[in-house]
Structure formats: C-alpha cells, structure tokens
C-alpha cells in the first residue's frame, strides 16, 4: 500500500442535531467511522447486507441475561419479522424465557444488594435483576407436565436439542415467548447445552418419578448434522453473537464442518482475546480455521451486547423500512410435526 | 428491606418500532432498566437533571482519542449551547484539537496494519487512525509562534493551565475548535497534565531557541484554586467522565478539597474497579472520600467512551427541545482579558 | 462495626529477597493483603484449606486454552496425586487433550500472524498458538474407531457425558493425557456440552457411515443426577474455576440443585460482572441463590487463568509437603467397568 | 514464511515439582511460551535483558495503588540495588509514600464496604484499602512545612518536577520512602501531573496563608529538556509500565521527542487497546511514531500489575544473582544540591 492509500478517508466529525432517529446518529458514526462509532455502524451494515442477501441464512447466537435484560420483545421480533433464521443459544435464556412464559417476571433490583438477605427472601440475583423462587418452582410444575407430554409422543425415541425446544414451544401458549415465537415462525432454536440449565435439572426430577412412564430422551449429537446440514444447504451464512461460549462456538464450528465458512460476522462482546479462549477470539482468528472466509465481512463491537444490540437492531429496521419483507432461502419445517 | 420492595420493578421488555428516534429509544432502555441499557438510560436522565438544575455546573473530563474518533463537533457544540461549563482534559485532547485548527487531519485506518511500515510513512498510529507527521509538523510551527506571542504578553508572569488553553484558544481562528470555541464562549479549560504531551514538547523547542526572548511560563499549581474556587462558590456540581485518567481525578480532588461533593456523576469507562486505578474506580468509592455526596445521583457506564458519548447527547438534547435555553450559574471571564 | 475495627491490619509491604520459592512470595501477597496480591493470596488459601478438608470433594471447572496453554502435564499431575475428584470442562478442552495423546502437538505463534496465510496452510490459531489441520484429522481416525468400539460396548445403551470421557479414556494410552490420568485415577471428567467440539462433528461422521452399525449414543441429560449426587453426598464442596461458562454454571448449579451450596469457591477470571453473564459474575451473587453457602470462603482472582493457575497450584503443593497424602471423601468407579 | 516455520516451536507444559523458586516457575513458563504465561515469562527475559544491557537507561512508569496494594518496599529495593534509573509517576503515588513517610498507613478492608460508613468515620477506600484521613491531615502539615522550606531555598525560582520530587525526598527521613530511597540513590523522579493530587492541594493551602513569604514554584514545563535529554544521551532506553496513564505517556514521547525510540519495553496492565487510549495501547501501535523501535523488545502482559510485577522482579533478581551489580549508565546528582 502507498502511503496516500492511507490518507484517502479523513474522520468527519459527528454532528448532532437533536432529535434524530437511531440511524440517523449511526450514519454519523459511519462517517467518523473509527474505534467504538465506526465498528458500531459496520455492524450495521453488515446486518443490513445479510437481510438484503437473499442467499444469506442469519444464525443469532444468544448467551448471556438476554430476557432478564428486557429483550425478549425485540428478540420475538425478530423472529417473527423473519429478520433472523436459526437461533443458537444456551439453556438458561431458554429458561428465562419459559420463566416469563409461565408467568414468571424478572425484577429490576440494584447490584450492591445484601446478597444472604436476598438469599433469605428466595430471591435469585443476576448482576441487578432479581428473578423469585417462586416463579422458577411455577416452572418446574409446568415444565414436568411438559416433559411427560413430549415424552408420550415420542416414545422410544431420541430428540435433538432443536426439537426438544421445538417441542417446549409447543406447548407454550405464550405469544410473547421466544420459544413459542420460533415455534410458530419455523424458527429452529438449538441449544447445544441443554443440559446446564434449570432443563437439566427439572429432567432428573422427571426422570426419577416413581411411577413408571416414558421418560424424555435428549440426544446430544443428533442435533450436529441438522445445523451443519443448514450451513451446507445455504448458499451464505451469516452469523450476529450476543455474548459468546457454546453458542458462538457452534454456529462457527458448524460453518467449519460444513466446509462452508462464514459469510458475515458480527460478534457485540465485552470478553478480551488474550486469554486463548472463544467468546472474545478475534473473527481474524476464525479465518485461519476456516470458520471464516479471508474476504467475510466482519467486525467485533466491545461492549455490553445487550445495550448495544438494540442499537443495531433499531438502526437496520429503520433502514430497511415497513414495507420490507424478506423470507429465508431455506424453508424449515416446526409446524410440520403438528399436521 | 422488605421481600416486596425487592419486587416493585419488574423488566419491561424493548419494543423497536422503527423507525424510532434516539430518546424513544432510551425510554425503552429506561423500562428495561438494568444491565447496560439500565445504566445508559440512567445517564441520560442524570444529566437532563444536571441541565435542568439552575443551580449545578457542568464538569466534563475528557480523555482519550476523543478528537481522533470524531466527536470534535459534538463538544463544540455542548460548548456552544451551553451545556457544559468546565472542561478538564489531557494535553493529547487538545492537542489533537490544535491539529485540525491548523488543517490536520485525522483518518481512519485499520488497527490491523503493519507499524513498521506506517514508521516508514511517517503516519502516527491511534488505534485504527492515522495522522500524518506533516500535520504534527505543521502545528509545531503555529504553537512556537502562538507560544512566543502568549509569552510576550505575559512577560514576567506564570500562567495557569486554563489560562494556558484559553490563550491559545484567543489564537486559533477555526470556529470548529474546541479551544477556540470553549474561548468565545468563557468555558474554562482546564489540562493539570499540559506538560504531558506535544504543547510540552514544543515548548521545549520554544525556550531553547537561541536569541533571548520572552519564554511561556505555566504554572504546575497555579490552577487549583480557580477550578477549587468553581466547585465551592457553584451550589452544586455534576461530573461527566469520557475515560477517566488525570480529568476525572482533578474535578473529584477539587470537588473534596472544596468540601462540597459532587451532586452529579456520570463516568463512562472500560476501565476495571479491580487494580485500586482511579480511573476504573466505582463512583461508591468516591462517596467514602467526600468526592461525591452519598445521596448524589451517579451512574458508570461500562462502554466505550467514544462510542456511548453521543447517544447520551442526542437522546438528552432531544428531551430538552429546541426551545430550550441554559445559562451557566457562575459567569467566566476568558473574553475579559481581549477588552 | 465500628471506626476502629476497619483499622486493625495495615497493609505490610511486599520484601523480595531472591531467591524466594512460590510460596514465600505469596506470604508475602498474604501481608500486604489486598488488591490482585491479596486475592491471588486467598486463592491459595483456599485451594489449601479445601485440600486439608477431608470432608469436601474438589470440584476443577476448566475451559478456555487449558492444554494448548501448556496446562495439560499440571492437571495430569493434579489428577494423580488427588489433588481434584471431579472435572467440569467443555469439549474443546478434551478435544485438544485428545490431539496431544494421539501424537498431535500445539505450536507457539504470534498473535499479529496473516490468519489468510494461516488458512492456506491448513494451521488453526488460537491466539498466540497454532494447531495444524493434519493433527486433527488424526484425531478424528482414532477417535472414529473410539466410537465404533463404544458403540460395540454399549449397544442399545446411552452413555452420560462422564462415561464418555472415561471410555475415551480407557482406550486412550497415553499416560500423559488428562483424559487418561482421569480414567486411571476414577475422577470423573464430566462435559455437559460435550457435542458442540470436535466430538460433536466425528460423531456426526460416525453416525453418517453407511454400513449398519452400533452408533454410539450420548443422553444429554443423563450426568445430571451423577455430579448433583456427588455434591449431595459430599459433606462439603469446593469449586475452582479457569475460565468460566458451562463448567462453572454446571457445578454452581449442582451444588443449588442438591441443595448443598458450596463451602468454598475461587474463580479466576479476566470475565466482567457487568453484563450480567455467569462467566463474570461475582461469587457474592451466587450466595443469593444458594449455588454458595452465604459463609463459604470464596475469592475472584481477576486475571488470565493460565498465567495465575500454576502460581496457585505452585504455592499450595510447596505448603502441603512431599509427604502430604489425600483421599477423596468419596471414591469414584472408573475402572470397575473394566472388570 | 514456510509453513514448517510455523511448526518450530511446540508448546511444552508446565511441570511443578514443588518446591519451585519464582524463576524456576518463570522457566516452565517460557517452555509452554504462549498466552499470559507466555507473556509474563518474556517480561522477565526482557528485563533482565535491560539490566545486563550496561548501555540501557532504565525507565520505570508508577501509576495507580503502587504504594496502598504493599509495593513500596518493592520500589525501595529497585531503586538502592540500581534496579531502576529513572521514576515517572503521578502524584497520587508519591502521596501515598509521603503518607507512610510521616507515619501514616494504608488498611486492609473489603471491597464490598459501606461506603456511606465509611464517609462518616472519615476514612477514605481505595477498592479493598482504607487510609484514614487523619493520615492525611499529618502529611498537609507536614507538607505545608516543607513547601515552606522549599520556597525559602528556591526563592525567585520555580523547579521542575523532578527538583520538587527530589526536594521532598532530601527532606523526609523515613528510610523505606520511596521519594528519600531515590533522592539518596540519585534516581530522578518525575511527577508530570504533580499538580493533580494532594500535593496540588496543600499547594493550594500553602499559597494562600496570608502573611507575606517566598511560595513555592513548581514550572510545569521545566522538565521536558530534562528527560528528553536522559533519552537522548542513553546509548539504550528501556521502559517499565506499571499501570498506564501519563507516566507511560511521558516516557514514550520523551522517546519520541529525543529522537531514540525505545529498545525494550513492558507493559503490564488491564486496560484494553479498543478504546483508543494511551493506557491501553499496543507496543506495535508505539512503533508507527518512533516512540519504540521496530526490532526492540517488547510485550504486554495482560494483568493487574500489582499482583504480576512481584513475580517479574522476583524471577529475574533470581536470575542475577546476590552477587550481581548494576550501575546506570548515566549519573544523575540529586544530592549535589546539598553540597
């Protein structure tokens, strides 16, 4: 590179002109378009090509306090305006969903709360949210019900995660879950490590009744070649990471195994790189594996996912405008079960 | 405590219904209320309530690549509108500023390039930003000689560090400056660290020169009790922090030795509590010094800095309406010295 | 408490008179008592006291980098003289286990490599260390046959995710790999996310072969009432965590869901609370749900765990002595399936 | 490069047969050579490099709770064993001193305090620190004394940092201070933002006494030429960063302004490079403005550097041996002064 190849874009500066709309701020941070301002709006972007991709399937990947934050809404969303395709994401933010889903609320508290008070009142704490006992006891009755009903139908038989939350959403008859939300969108929802959650847990109480019944059989791998299938079958693929761990690691190794490589990345995290481990690896690093193509469009916002994510979120919606409408490349099939 | 006062606030969850402006989206963040979004919201109401009260002034400290990163303008005008009353901030801050005054530039590069070859270029690394050597060159040349009129002006006399800004600033002619701006408009600026950077190194260059002449001369102290004084005559005072460093420590120290604490805080960081630093160091900290009053409304916001910044301000200044009109409580004088 | 009581331990500061062991330096950490020394310090008190507690069973959650980092010899010899009974880890962390025994190496790098180059060259990074792709093809032959014996073994069975580590290790002969050490000295290697790693992806070749054959099964929920068995049985429970994600989560929520809550926990961590993620959160916070015991010693130790885990390790095996012998409370039965 | 290039270099692992001496540790380190244990060993290699250099001025950067977390001894031990050349540290550090100096301390507390308490009992945090604000109250006296004494030697003329910092040392007696250490040793200590801390203050007490007497003047320029000059006549310059701030900053443009660039550097530090800031800067970063050479050594150790720089300095005092002597390159005269 010469060295006027350097200087060809000046920073222009952000100029604020209250009120603005999300997007219009983000297209001041395109021009200034350095540190924080300038990854910000490329995440944007790159949201915005993937919706506009028509080859493109989007895989979020969820982690972290996604529904206690108060994003369960825009995360239905989402689903249910077809703006993503494939969800990854952990047992608990599947159970923090079926917690509301139930009835259950998560309260806003503070962080520097008496923690052995909170732990006499049954209270459980999450940085500043409280969820109560009570409203994860109001889900264990519920979700046993659940399991023996899934466990009747499919007797004999192993699910996949993918079904398995299929199944949970279902049989929730909450519009505003995300769960349900998937179920009825055909928005498939793995969660690799079901098993690490209130899921896991409520399985043994389950599965230790006396009584003899069909038990709820969960297969660890079955869910491997469905979501290495998905990568294969997409012509691109695209992924956006709230947080990091296992979701982010499978959509990227899936990308890898399918001998696909990402298309576009986003990854909104607050994790460093320097420890060797993945939630804060670098999308540099994920092109030497392949995880990744060299020429994906990708970039890494530093910061707390779930402030930011609404951010973009509220800027691509604005851009792409009401009448938009967009289907996924590939057609997958919840509801199917049900006919 | 009781148990159901634990229980009052349950998380609403964010609804984008684009498109949405920046304020109706922090009033989403402000029904969710935790987490990141919890503490962004917070922010911007503590400093509508700092504009609001007719009573507070407005300490903004500013550190980092805040000019570099493009919100030059953005301070300006916070300047221009009266919405903020004292700056404290590094030499790096306004030397940045001094760049551009004198037709520097800054450019956006990527944080992935070769340094050896950018040495090679003469283009100095921020990050992912670029200056050219040729723009450091030429404010050298413009300060030696803004340096030697201040010093002919002052012969005999030291100047304080405000003072310092505030002269130059009177020398700059680009209306876009934060110098010159913070000139016209009597904010004082004030940079306890001055000597660390390039205006250290020129002056230098200034009092080396070989033929006798009148030498700037700035006093380390002479600063304290004018910005002291600030904090004990305004009836109460709010802090805004971009990073942290040298800026946030001087307003929480004047704040302390004025013996009236801080009514107001707002810190932006990415910064840890954990080393004992102040930079990352917890806004409840500052209230077991006097720096800040116990019952003072106070947030720390973990984000960058440059990133998180302007959403506070279009969402503020978005609340606030064109209408409205702030003077500050106490009067300065920088014009005065011009009559 | 009163005035005096917050006075009583000045901070004694940090005397090096080389050569010092590990652990004269880190009395010396204990004197000066606070910030990362004094966490570092606790640690190893800790470590110690749950290593002299001969009712409690040492739970070791490890994630991240372990073995690539040059961890693998020192969990090994943690294994063989009992100084762990039960290892939470995540499948990559076996994965990278598995490449070394099948005489696979990891390679030291730099982390400003070309990943481009890299991918040409079929070399995979991890930060700062290099794996090549012929390593894991390997890995993936023996594995493959690994599975086809286990399938053999277990047809018609499923398997928990701890009798899959310990088959993998049974037909693993290296003596130093941990997934060896582990079947050899009956400590269970529990992987709750055992599919999302290579593990995963061979299984998904070695269910697709076309040939009829036993397939190897893995139940996901099936360790569940193993590991909250072990904590219910154990009169006390200790957690130490590299790293954090699901095999923290899995034992903090063990010791909640056999309603034990743990006696003693350290984490370190460069994770942030902020974000209300498991990963960072504090240890105080698990109080609330009863995952610790409200007087349980505990420490966070911010910093990268592979930097900080072998002065842990160095200290507390210098203090217990060569002579120093420990059981388990409880004796686990790997090998009897050997029988 | 090759690929087998890459491929030189696997990873060895980390064997402890306790008892191991600090640097027998820091040697498995550097055979497992990657990530923080990577890192932490190569700080110690560059180190000792700096050392056995007899060409290399020694630059060590202070900023944050060197002296509050137990490393003033430390510090002390650097500076009589001519382990350290040159000090640049901020203000708050060499109150910290000044206040064990006169026989105040810093107290072992909890992070997790009441800080509302601790505001009433007059006792100041600094994360897991107390200092009690009598202590303080014993240093202003103390101060104002000697500022007194200091402008009645000085009358008419204003000193630079290092002559304030050096005057201060000459009139304390508290051997285990590190400002007497290095005014008795002959080690410059710069403090380029003296003004922002409690020295400031009583500055501003000192000033303001009515009755007419000499005040003292500290030149907050004076001291540029001064280290420049160090840089410049080194034949080598090697730095230290404990922490970041404006310590490191004055190094690294002292580098740049005397036209050297560093040979060696070491950073140690928590904060991140994302932001923009000076602290949290990359050393290649450093190499694009010629504040360190391209081939010098350098690396940053991801850490709290108050728990990592005591294993630094033990491992390479180790290295050296009882028997090694150092004498800096060049020599400083502190005590000229007093002759």
Redesign the interface.
């Known amino acids: 590179?010469e060295?006027k190849d350097?200087?060809?874009?000046?920073?222009?500066?952000?100029?604020?002109n209250?009120?603005?709309?999300?997007?219009q701020?983000m297209q001041?941070?395109k021009?200034?378009?350095?540190?924080?301002?300038?990854?910000?709006s490329a995440a944007c972007d790159i949201y915005e090509k993937m919706l506009r991709d028509k080859e493109c399937t989007v895989f979020l990947a969820l982690?972290?306090?996604v529904v206690?934050?108060?994003?369960?809404?825009?995360i239905v969303?989402l689903i249910r305006k077809k703006l993503v395709d494939v969800i990854v994401t952990t047992g608990?933010c599947m159970v923090h969903d079926a917690i509301e889903a139930v009835g259950g609320?998560?309260?806003?508290?503070n962080?520097?709360v008496n923690?052995?008070?909170?732990?006499k009142?049954h209270?459980?704490?999450?940085?500043?949210?409280?969820v109560?006992e009570e409203d994860y006891v109001k889900l264990d009755f519920k979700l046993a019900e659940i399991y023996d009903s899934i466990a009747r139908e499919y007797e004999g038989k192993?699910l996949a995660?993918n079904e398995f939350s299929m199944e949970i959403g279902k049989r929730l008859t909450d519009e505003?879950s995300i769960l349900r939300a998937a179920y009825e969108e055909n928005v498939p929802i793995f969660i690799?490590?079901?098993?690490?959650?209130e899921f896991?847990?409520i399985?043994?109480l389950h599965?230790?009744q006396e009584k003899p019944k069909p038990v709820?059989?969960?297969?660890?791998?079955k869910?491997?070649?469905t979501i290495?299938g998905i990568c294969a079958r997409s012509p691109k693929n695209g992924m956006i990471v709230i947080?990091g761990?296992?979701p982010r690691?499978?959509i990227q190794?899936s990308a890898l195994?399918s001998k696909k490589g990402l298309d576009y990345a986003i990854v909104v995290t607050?994790?460093?790189?320097?420890?060797?481990?993945?939630?804060g690896?670098t999308l540099?690093?994920t092109?030497?594996?392949?995880k990744m193509k060299?020429e994906g469009d990708r970039v890494m916002v530093?910061?707390?996912?779930?402030?930011?994510f609404?951010?973009i979120?509220?800027s691509v919606?604005?851009r792409?405008g009401?009448e938009f409408k967009r289907a996924p490349f590939l057609q997958f099939q919840n509801q199917q079960t049900e006919g």
């Not at 609320?105 to 508290?109: P, Q, S, T, V």
């Not at 530093?302 to 930011?308: N, Y």
């Open positions: 590179m060295r350097y200087l060809r874009n000046p920073v222009k500066h952000i100029k604020i209250s009120p603005l709309t999300v997007d701020l001041q941070f021009n200034s378009g350095s540190l924080g301002a300038g990854r910000l982690s972290g306090a206690p934050a108060g994003m369960r809404t825009l969303d608990a609320h998560h309260y806003r508290a962080w520097s923690d052995g008070e909170l732990y009142y209270l459980f704490r999450i940085y500043d949210i409280l109560p192993s995660s505003d690799p490590a079901v098993r690490d959650s896991g847990f399985h043994w599965a230790a709820l059989l969960v297969d660890a791998f869910d491997v070649p290495c947080g761990g296992v690691n499978t190794s195994a607050l994790d460093r790189p320097e420890t060797g481990g993945l939630s690896s540099e690093e092109v030497s594996w392949g060299g530093i910061g707390e996912a779930l402030m930011v609404p951010f979120v509220a919606t604005e792409l009401k």
